[in-house]
């Protein structure tokens, strides 16, 4: 069985698809993927809230 097939089946993702030096927890990647899916609505509000401050305050 190779490395890469063992790793992920103790829960590590390969940072490589052949000889993988390095791994990283496949819970991490979840927190992570879950983080990215719901930043862009924070950017998004932080962006609006920039540009209507800019609108109360004729900077734009």
Partial sequence: ???T???VHNGV???SPSQ???GVS????EIYQAFFE???DSITAFAAAL???YDR???G
């Fill in 1 to 3: 069985m190779p490395v």
């Fill in 5 to 7: 097939v063992i790793l």
């Fill in 13 to 15: 993702f390969p940072t």
């Fill in 20 to 22: 993988p030096r390095t």
């Fill in 26 to 29: 496949i819970d991490l990647l």
């Fill in 38 to 40: 719901r930043s862009c």
């Fill in 51 to 53: 540009h209507t401050i």
């Fill in 57 to 59: 305050h004729d900077l």
